[in-house]
Nanobody
Framework: QVQLVESGGGLVQAGGSLRLSCAASGHTFSTYVRAWFRQAPGKEREFVAAISWTGSTTAYADSVKGRFTISRDNFKNTVYLQMNSLKPEDTAVYYC??????????????WGQGTQVTVSS
């Protein structure tokens, strides 16, 4: 069974940091594009960041550029999202995703269940 499992969410004050992890099982995603999306209450899910299978290419939403960093460890089948200088508007459920090609937004084939990130002001 293919699974993407996020962890690392929680409650943090504005200006703080969190590191999200997304571990994959049941399938090797080492050659897949990995990404993070988020969905705030009452809003549609939006793209946050993506990374190529080699890690050499990344893409970010304008709202997180310079604050968030996506990375991956293919040996661990895991992708990370380091979030710094967090703002209350970053509050959302964060989802990891995977697809074969295309570093960026759009449709992804595999999804995790999400992890809640809450940033207090």
């Amino acid at each position: 069974q293919v699974q993407l499992v996020e962890s690392g969410g929680g409650l943090v004050q504005a200006g703080g940091s969190l590191r999200l992890s997304c571990a994959a099982s049941g399938h090797t995603f080492s050659t897949y594009v990995r990404a993070w999306f988020r969905q705030a209450p009452g809003k549609e899910r939006e793209f946050v960041a993506a990374i190529s299978w080699t890690g050499s290419t990344t893409a970010y939403a304008d709202s997180v550029k310079g604050r968030f960093t996506i990375s991956r460890d293919n040996f661990k089948n895991t992708v990370y999202l380091q979030m710094n200088s967090l703002k209350p508007e970053d509050t959302a459920v964060y989802y990891c995703a995977a697809r074969i090609v295309g570093v960026g937004a759009g449709q992804y084939d595999y999804w995790g269940q999400g992890t809640q990130v809450t940033v207090s002001s």
